[in-house]
């Protein structure tokens, strides 16, 4: 639900006799992106390869912001197996992989969490941009963002400082994904996780339907941990018994943040009210009257307003995703 630690994208030296045909060759047939490497991040995840060329590959691969790299979104093994079977491995003279940053989603202060793990590995604190265009740089580089993991970051979605570790990138990354907890606990100081309950109605009982919703929301914003779902009833009308959905959330946003995007759930793209989506923290529940501007919005126009703030923060292809969920909804309904 949510991630703490991922790697970069793929990076690559291409020694070749030839500048220009290996060029030539990779927008064309592999249908690479050609541009600079700040901007080439932004672009990617780590299901990238980016892809840099020299004519001699014992320069130091120390690059501008200007100097050109090539994207291509397939994984490396499979961009050299068609180099080999498409007979192009003669433009190649040698290869050399550059360092792959890890990447350590953090909350509150992001100093504690880089000493906390330099007490666990020797290294040292540097400057992120001089790092990041030094390809040849032997060790592992930490870098930190406060933003979702799920999503393509830059440069400028990274922190300014870098940990650098004479440590091999595939051991780290498995150490820090067992030790992210700890780490992350480190920069918290006296910010506390929230625990909050989440209930779902519908009196169409399309629950299936608003449970893939809402999980959808909450893994693609990386909100927090399901720690627990069970079902239940509740009587809102004297004797007569409604089922509800709960599921128990460990969250660091607080708990009216997450009823604010929820909010932004309850109704389809014509504004029909499809279900609610109550939040409690303890034993209060957080009221959708407290994001209303003024006293003649109702329910369903404050609703409008979070959906279109949530849909600002989704992908277009969450986006389609959630609509298409909707439609079968309303055909529930019928």
Known sequence: MISLVRKSTKYLIIETY???????YLITSL?????????????TNEDYTVIYITDDINKPSVISEESPVYM??????HILCRIVNEKN?????????????LIFRYFGNISKIIYSILKDYEGEIRDLKETFFN??????????????????????????????????????????????LRYLNEGLENKNWYEVEIRIYDIYNAYHLHYRRL??????????????????????????????????????????HIKKILLGLEISSDNTRICDYDVYHGR??????????????????????????????LSPSSIEYMKNIEKEIMKSRE
């Open 18 to 24: 030839d500048l220009a045909a290996m060029e030539d």
């Open 31 to 43: 249908k690479a992106f050609k541009d600079n490497i700040y901007t080439v991040s932004a672009k």
């Open 72 to 77: 291509l979104p397939q994984d490396l093994d």
């Open 89 to 101: 491995n003669h433009l190649i003279k040698s290869l050399k992989l550059a360092p792959r940053l």
């Open 135 to 180: 390809l040849d740089l032997p060790s592992s580089v930490i870098t930190f963002t406060d933003k979702p993991l799920i999503n393509n970051l830059g440069l400028d979605d990274l922190c300014e400082k870098c940990i650098v570790i004479g440590h091999p990138t595939k051991g780290l990354y498995r150490n820090l994904k067992v030790n992210a």
């Open 215 to 256: 999980m959808h929301v909450l893994e693609n914003l990386e909100l927090g941990l399901v720690l627990g779902e069970s079902w239940s009833k509740d009587y809102a009308v004297l004797l007569m018994s409604v089922g509800v959905y709960s599921i128990r959330f460990f969250t660091l946003y607080e708990p009216k």
């Open 284 to 313: 209060k529940k957080i009221s959708w009257i407290d994001f209303a501007q003024n006293r003649k919005e109702v329910r369903t126009d404050v609703a409008k307003r979070c959906r279109e703030e949530l849909f600002k923060m």
